[in-house]
């Protein structure tokens, strides 16, 4: 007999994990913006606008009030909240409930494509978007398959690598120059210079790809999950820990723990994987050496 990690916990982090995810950015639709206007202040967005008999002014607005796009770009925050609650409450019998999960996912994609456009197509800006896109998907398949199904190992696994590959394609600076935020917060946290930090954001960009290969490698998977799992939770509170200050209004608390809650899939998920590799241990190494030489004596008359 073997003690292994219940899959109900299992099933409870990717829970959690897209139920942070669809939080954090229906905090960002509520509060701010979403990132779709790239996508949609477009002439062709107005002249599919105006057949439908919107005029200019009702598209962009007067400046006393918002136009046509802000209404329904904030208007969708209600559905990041709907999906929000579905992560939790989801049964693996419901089908509209596994549809409007996917649907999530689609929202999710749609947003990192907007990201992408706004980045000037530099595509580690969508690569590295992969958990959030993918968390949707990953439960509706621990839901309908299993958390310890093979779909929702490799599912998990393609999340963990997009999400690193991402991040170390950009901490390089090879090919995409390092994002200037990267700099500012290492500088910032760790008190060095930004020659420094960009040095310090090379050898994490190294780390970040051996860690996707890690995890093709039995003897090292828990290992680069663990890695990931640690990473991906410092990469996250890296944003208020570097930008939330007592000078502020809430220290800073509405403007960036949001970037914290989004990017839970970031720790999440390797989180769960560290679990479904965890080796069971024996229960016979767990009892007593009372209970053992019991259970060696037969029953007695």
Request: charged content about 10%; glycine content about 10%; overall charge positive.
């Given at each position: 007999?073997?003690?292994s990690?219940?899959?109900?916990?299992?099933l409870?982090?990717?829970?959690?994990?897209?139920f942070?995810?669809?939080?954090g950015?229906a905090?960002?639709?509520?509060?701010?913006?979403?990132?779709?206007?790239?996508?949609?202040?477009?002439?062709?967005?107005?002249?599919?606008a105006?057949?439908?008999?919107?005029?200019?002014?009702?598209?962009?607005?007067?400046?006393?009030?918002?136009?046509?796009?802000?209404?329904?770009i904030?208007?969708?925050?209600?559905?990041?909240?709907a999906?929000?609650?579905?992560?939790?409450?989801?049964?693996?019998n419901?089908?509209?409930?596994?549809?409007?999960l996917?649907?999530g996912?689609?929202?999710?994609?749609?947003?990192?494509?907007?990201?992408?456009v706004?980045?000037?197509?530099?595509?580690?800006?969508?690569?590295?978007h992969?958990?959030?896109?993918l968390?949707?998907?990953?439960?509706?398949f621990?839901?309908?398959?299993g958390?310890?199904?093979r779909?929702?190992?490799?599912?998990?696994?393609l999340?963990?690598i997009?999400?690193?590959?991402?991040?170390?394609?950009?901490?390089?600076?090879?090919?995409?120059?390092?994002?200037g935020?990267?700099?500012?917060?290492?500088?910032?946290?760790?008190?060095?210079?930004?020659?420094?930090?960009?040095?310090?954001?090379?050898?994490a960009?190294?780390?970040?790809?051996?860690?996707?290969?890690?995890?093709?490698?039995?003897?090292?998977?828990?290992?680069?999950?663990?890695?990931?799992?640690?990473?991906?939770?410092l990469?996250?509170?890296?944003r208020?820990?570097?930008?939330?200050s007592?000078d502020?209004?809430?220290?800073?608390?509405?403007?960036?723990?949001?970037?914290?809650?989004?990017?839970?899939?970031?720790?999440?998920?390797?989180?769960?994987?560290?679990?479904f590799?965890h080796?069971?241990?024996p229960?016979?190494?767990?009892a007593?050496?009372?209970?053992l030489?019991?259970?060696?004596?037969?029953?007695?008359?």
């Amino acid at each position: 007999m073997t003690k292994s990690i219940p899959d109900k916990l299992l099933l409870l982090l990717l829970r959690l994990g897209g139920f942070f995810c669809f939080a954090g950015w229906a905090w960002v639709h509520f509060y701010w913006e979403g990132p779709y206007g790239i996508l949609l202040w477009q002439d062709s967005t107005f002249a599919l606008a105006e057949w439908f008999g919107i005029s200019w002014n009702e598209f962009v607005g007067s400046g006393a009030n918002d136009g046509f796009i802000q209404k329904w770009i904030s208007r969708m925050a209600w559905l990041y909240l709907a999906c929000s609650i579905l992560t939790l409450t989801a049964r693996k019998n419901s089908q509209i409930q596994m549809a409007a999960l996917l649907g999530g996912s689609g929202l999710l994609t749609i947003l990192a494509y907007a990201k992408y456009v706004g980045a000037h197509r530099q595509i580690p800006m969508f690569v590295e978007h992969g958990g959030q896109m993918l968390i949707p998907l990953i439960l509706v398949f621990a839901l309908t398959l299993g958390v310890r199904h093979r779909a929702t190992l490799v599912t998990s696994m393609l999340a963990v690598i997009m999400i690193f590959a991402g991040h170390g394609a950009y901490a390089l600076g090879c090919f995409w120059p390092i994002p200037g935020n990267f700099l500012g917060m290492t500088s910032i946290i760790l008190h060095v210079d930004s020659g420094t930090a960009g040095v310090i954001l090379r050898v994490a960009g190294v780390l970040d790809f051996l860690v996707c290969v890690g995890l093709f490698i039995p003897a090292l998977r828990r290992a680069s999950a663990f890695y990931a799992l640690v990473w991906g939770f410092l990469t996250a509170i890296a944003r208020p820990v570097a930008g939330m200050s007592t000078d502020l209004n809430y220290w800073g608390a509405d403007q960036y723990l949001h970037e914290v809650v989004l990017r839970a899939p970031h720790f999440m998920i390797p989180l769960y994987l560290l679990l479904f590799w965890h080796k069971s241990k024996p229960e016979e190494a767990l009892a007593s050496p009372a209970d053992l030489q019991k259970s060696s004596v037969g029953p007695q008359i």
